[in-house]
Every structure is written in structure tokens, then in C-alpha cells.
């Protein structure tokens, strides 16, 4: 009788919280949102209320508010020990665009059900959630700012407290809150990755579509599992969850009969970002059109299915991304882009909408629309294939002189080991010098992007001085460190504007006072005469140029600055 009453008593108390900790979601019949107050408060208590749930405070984001992360464990777990458990560690991040917002519902009820004992969390994985990553977004809540989503009633916006797209911020880190993240990211080092998102685009059948981590550019052991194992696996558990899914569809009007590619995620993204790492990364992308409590739940019952598939193979996930993760240290030839293998592709199942041409009601010109009343289903072709493009072989070590303080600070937040030479020293490396590059002529957050670089290779003796950084390769993080630190990475800090005034001429001349120093140069130095005189009989513009040859004649001499156009990262071969 005793133990009847002490099981009554613990189903009371189970009930009592789960009534305490009803979400805004729940409570408004799936229309609409937690803020981003009620998002926290509801943690709060949910911590306070359950031994399985931890709430830390990390770094302060660009709204003034600090980076939350929620831990959920039958175990309580320093969080600075976490990677050290032996536990499968899964990683999920909501609100990087707060109009997206099913991802902060979701996890609320996900986290509330493990707590009360609704889920099981398995005791082999430990489940991370950031409840809204992009809160001055969230604090800046309207109800009409994405036009193409079909609920909430309310929600927050797109652009963080500075307007910038945090899901195009995990390299360049513009933001208080990207340098959060990576705090949160290296103390958890996860090894599986989810963020939560919202579609826009095309319309179609599907509530719930998926943007893995791309294969091919995950590479190795994990990219492998995760074609092979993982993600078909997922598939086959969200299908009887009653959500058939299809890969992230990459069109918007076209009909597929051609079939789509594999959205690139480049690192500035955040399961590219992810797999600098050897994460396994997912974004879930739900169908904006549908109504916002299919969203939610389908998003509800994806991290469900990671963590039903997942908790089965939690030691095989573990090791096979500690493999990849020495892969890594080990590797010798990166990739720094990649292109689509149109060669390859595999089959899919499409559930679609047949697009009729109508007269518009606005131009009073023909326009698109999906017809609902006439569906289709049809197999069409999904390139999921890329291969690598440009290759780079890493070096012993990169060298940074010092003063590029922003290049060190987004090094050093992402665990990249490094440390600063204790004497003046003379070392042998290889030099990049920017033959040619294109600025954008329009900003891309916050930046304008080079793009186009051609680069030439020089071999110098340099002087490095005591306190400038050496960056030894050989580590986990080497994939990031050559990804940032090669010009030609589609997302270097070079294309990030990073190292832009290196671009810059600082000394230059007046013409009248170089020519007679160049006369006199070139009278001492005939070979430099012999490629002037040749240059003009080659090129007719050039030889009508005055201004263009005495530059000529200038980039030849001793006057010409050495650090112009020059990369101020240098690789140490030797």
C-alpha cells in the first residue's frame, strides 16, 4: 500500500509540473510563440523543478542578454567535463531567425516531457539545447515580416540587435552572439548538431524537409555514416511518425522534373561551420505554408527520431566522429571549394502541387499558382554529390605577425592551439601575394566580399619578431585553421575582408620627382629596362600610357613597398 501511494504521490507531482510548465503554444491551441521573457522563464523553472535539467549563462550576445544552454541528462554533469564523459552529446539550436520559431516551441516541449519522464532520454546521450540563439531578433517581435509563413500570430525578426543574418555569421563573427556560440560549441564539442529553421520557397506536399550536413564535404568516416547509416535511418524513423520527408528543396517556382542539387553549406552556415569539426550536422527546414502546429510538432518528433536512432548507436557515433575528428589532425590536402559532381545523384519520392498559369490580380500579367486541388507524386533526381574544386596541402605551421588582433580572437574562440615565438627569429616560408581579386560592389553583411583571387607563391627569408603567432597544424581544429587561413577558402578571413588593408598602397611618388630617380634606375638595372621595353611592344596600350609604365618601373625598384598585395599569414614548410 505504501509503495502505491508513494507511485500515486510521484504521479501527482509529475502531473503538477507538467501543468506548471503548460507552453504559450500549448495554451494559445498551436497558434502561437513563446517570447523571448516566457522562453527563459519556463527553463528556469523547469530546472528548478527537475534534477535532470541544468541552465547555464554563457557569454553576453549583442542584445545585452547572455547566451543560454539548456543541459538535459539522467546525470548531473560538469558542463566543462561533458566532452569527456563518453556521452553521445547532441547540440540543438533554436531562433537563429526568430520568424522561424518552430524550433523554440518544439524543444520547450521536448525538454518539459524528458523531464516529467514522457521521454526517455537514454543514459548514454546528453541532450544541449540553446533555447533562442538570436534574441535581438527575438525581442524585436511584429507579425509581418515573413510574408510567405502561414503562422504564429507573432514572432521575431530575421536580423540580430546589429541586423545581421547570425546564420551567415559563424566565421566572420561579426557578433557578440557568434562569439557565444563558439564558446557553447568548443565546451560541448557535440557530435551531433541540429538547427532548427523554417523553409522558403517552392510549394509542395511535405511539412518537413532536411539539409544534412552535405556527405561529400563532411568526408571521411562521418560523411560516410552519416549517407549510409544515419540519415536513411531518420528518414525511416520520421515516416512512421507519419511525416514523409524529402532533402531541402533548392528551387522555388521551376518544376523538378530535373530534380534539385544539395544546398552548398558553405562554413558560414551553420552545419558548414559544424562540419570544420567533424560534426554531424542537421537543419530541419519545415514548409512555411503549413500550419504553424504541424510545423512544430514535425519538428517535435524529428529530434525525437535523432534521439531514438541516435541513443542506438551512441558509441558508434561517438567513435566514429573522434575518428574523424584525428582524420583531421592527420590530413595533409584540404579542400577550400567544392563543386557539384553532376555525374552522380540518387532518387527521390516528390509529393507535389501541378503549377497552373493564371492571370495576376495585382499586374494583370500571367503569374504561377500552386493548384492544391491537384497533387502528384513522382521519383525525381537529388544531386547529392559535390567534389572537391580547389585543393590546398597544409602546412608545419601558419606564422601571423602580430596587430591582426580580429584574425586572433576568432582563432582562439574556436579552440585553434596557438603560441607566440619568444625570440626574433629568422624563417623560412611561403608567401602569398594578391595578383588579383574583386570586390563586391554592394554589402553583404556588413562586408564586401573579394571573390576571384588569384594568387602568386613566393619563397622568402623573413623576420619574424618575438610575440608573433605561430600556428602549429596537426590538430583537430586544422580543418577550420587552413579553411580561414588560405585565401582561396570560400569562406577565408580574406574574403571576409579581414585583411583588406594590405590591399592598400601607402607610399607612392610624384611624377616629376621619379623620373629622373626611375631614369637613373633603369640605366642601372638594363634588365629591367629589357622587360619595360618588351611590355610595350606587347601591349599597345601600355606603350601609350606614361602614368602605367613609370608604376611599372616603380613596382620593380627598391621604393616599391614589399608588403603591398602581400598575405599576412604565411605558411612554415619546413
Excluded at 518544439?106 to 524528458?114: E, F
Amino acid at each position: 500500500m505504501k509503495k502505491l501511494l508513494t507511485v500515486l504521490q510521484l504521479f501527482l507531482i509529475n502531473l503538477t509540473w507538467a501543468q506548471n510548465l503548460t507552453t504559450v503554444f500549448e495554451t494559445s491551441d498551436g497558434k502561437a510563440t513563446a517570447t523571448y521573457e516566457q522562453c527563459i522563464r519556463f527553463y528556469q523553472q523547469l530546472a528548478k523543478q527537475s534534477a535532470k535539467v541544468q541552465l547555464h549563462r554563457f557569454d553576453t550576445t549583442d542584445a545585452g542578454e547572455p547566451l543560454h544552454v539548456v543541459l538535459l541528462s539522467n546525470q548531473m554533469i560538469d558542463i566543462k567535463k561533458l566532452a569527456l564523459t563518453g556521452k553521445l552529446v547532441v547540440l540543438v539550436n533554436n531562433g537563429i531567425h526568430p520568424g522561424e520559431p518552430d524550433g523554440i516551441d518544439a524543444s520547450m516541449l521536448l525538454a518539459r516531457n524528458i523531464a516529467i519522464g514522457k521521454v526517455i532520454l537514454p543514459n548514454n546521450m546528453v541532450l544541449a539545447i540553446i533555447p533562442i540563439y538570436n534574441i535581438g531578433g527575438a525581442l524585436n517581435r511584429g507579425s509581418f515580416s515573413r510574408v510567405n509563413q502561414n503562422g504564429p500570430v507573432s514572432y521575431g525578426f530575421r536580423g540580430n540587435a546589429q541586423n545581421l543574418d547570425l546564420n551567415r555569421d559563424f566565421i566572420k563573427m561579426d557578433s557578440k552572439d557568434a562569439f557565444a556560440f563558439a564558446r557553447i560549441f568548443h565546451t560541448l564539442k557535440p557530435h551531433v548538431f541540429i538547427d532548427n529553421h523554417v523553409s522558403d520557397g517552392a510549394d509542395y506536399q511535405h511539412t518537413f524537409t532536411l539539409l544534412s550536413t552535405q556527405h561529400s564535404k563532411l568526408g571521411g568516416v562521418a560523411g560516410k555514416y552519416l549517407h549510409e547509416n544515419f540519415e536513411p535511418a531518420l528518414y525511416e524513423q520520421m515516416k512512421l511518425l507519419g511525416w514523409p520527408i524529402i532533402p531541402y528543396v533548392n528551387f522555388e517556382t521551376a518544376l523538378p522534373q530535373k530534380g534539385w542539387p544539395a544546398f552548398y553549406d558553405a562554413p558560414r552556415y551553420s552545419c558548414g561551420y559544424a562540419t570544420l569539426f567533424g560534426t554531424i550536422g542537421f537543419t530541419p527546414e519545415t514548409h512555411m505554408l503549413k500550419p504553424y502546429s504541424q510545423r512544430v510538432q514535425s519538428t517535435y518528433d524529428f529530434m525525437l527520431s535523432i534521439i531514438r536512432v541516435a541513443s542506438t548507436k551512441a558509441s558508434e557515433i561517438v567513435h566514429i566522429v573522434a575518428q574523424q575528428r584525428q582524420q583531421i589532425a592527420q590530413q595533409q590536402v584540404y579542400p577550400l571549394t567544392w563543386k557539384l559532381d553532376t555525374s552522380k545523384h540518387q532518387t527521390i519520392t516528390f509529393k507535389g502541387y501541378t503549377v497552373d498559369t493564371v492571370l495576376s490580380e495585382v499586374t494583370g500579367m500571367k503569374r504561377i499558382k500552386y493548384n492544391h486541388d491537384k497533387t502528384y507524386e513522382k521519383e525525381v533526381l537529388f544531386n547529392n554529390y559535390y567534389q572537391p574544386n580547389v585543393l590546398v596541402t597544409k602546412p608545419k605551421a601558419y606564422l601571423l605577425p602580430q596587430g591582426w588582433h580580429q584574425v586572433v580572437e576568432r582563432l582562439q574562440a574556436n579552440g585553434v592551439a596557438m603560441y607566440r615565438l619568444t625570440n626574433d627569429t629568422v624563417i623560412s616560408v611561403a608567401a602569398y601575394y594578391i595578383q588579383q581579386y574583386q570586390s563586391s560592389s554592394r554589402p553583404y553583411e556588413k562586408h564586401h566580399r573579394n571573390t576571384n583571387i588569384k594568387l602568386v607563391t613566393k619563397q622568402l627569408e623573413m623576420q619574424f619578431r618575438k610575440g608573433d603567432w605561430v600556428i602549429p597544424c596537426g590538430k583537430w581544429t586544422d580543418r577550420y585553421v587552413v579553411e580561414t587561413l588560405e585565401p582561396l577558402g570560400d569562406d577565408s578571413f580574406f574574403s571576409w575582408n579581414f585583411f583588406d588593408a594590405i590591399l592598400q598602397q601607402k607610399e607612392g611618388y610624384s611624377d616629376y620627382r621619379w623620373e629622373d630617380v626611375a631614369a637613373q634606375f633603369l640605366q642601372d638595372n638594363p634588365t629591367v629596362k629589357a622587360a619595360l621595353e618588351a611590355k610595350k611592344r606587347e601591349d599597345a596600350a601600355f606603350a601609350k600610357d606614361a602614368s602605367a609604365q613609370l608604376y611599372f618601373v616603380y613596382q620593380q625598384s627598391p621604393w616599391y613597398e614589399p608588403v603591398h598585395m602581400r598575405y599576412p599569414v604565411f605558411r612554415w614548410i619546413h
